[in-house]
């Protein structure tokens, strides 16, 4: 079955940076659309960025430039890499595997904190 665990959250002071990482199995990593979704306390969840094989990418306005969306296919792992970050980044960051336009899979989340 599909398991997506995602670790590296944790508290950062603005300005800093944190890397997440998340493991996954059960599907064939490289067939779909890998994303980062994030959702803060009262807010809507809100993808951030995605990654598909081909090393096509997608970025919400709010984190370009900032963020970097990466994977190692041979690992089956995902990362996100957040730099410059802002108090407004504090939320709960879920791994999504897409199917067919739709967000299929979520993994625990973690929690980054900025403050």
């Known amino acids: 079955h599909v398991q997506l665990v995602e670790s590296g959250g944790g508290l950062v002071q603005p300005g800093g940076s944190l890397r997440l990482s998340c493991t996954t199995s059960?599907?064939?990593?490289?067939?779909?659309?890998m994303y980062w979704v994030r959702q803060a306390p009262g807010k809507e969840r809100e993808g951030v960025a995605g990654i598909f094989s081909d090393e096509s990418t997608y970025y919400a306005p709010a984190v370009k430039g900032r963020f970097t969306i990466s994977h190692d296919s041979a690992r089956n792992t995902l990362y996100l890499q957040m730099d410059s970050q802002k108090p407004e980044d504090t939320a709960v960051y879920y791994c999504v595997r897409d199917q067919e336009s739709s967000f299929a899979d979520w993994g625990q989340g973690t929690q980054v904190t900025v403050s």
């Open positions: 059960g599907f064939g990593f490289s067939m779909y659309w």
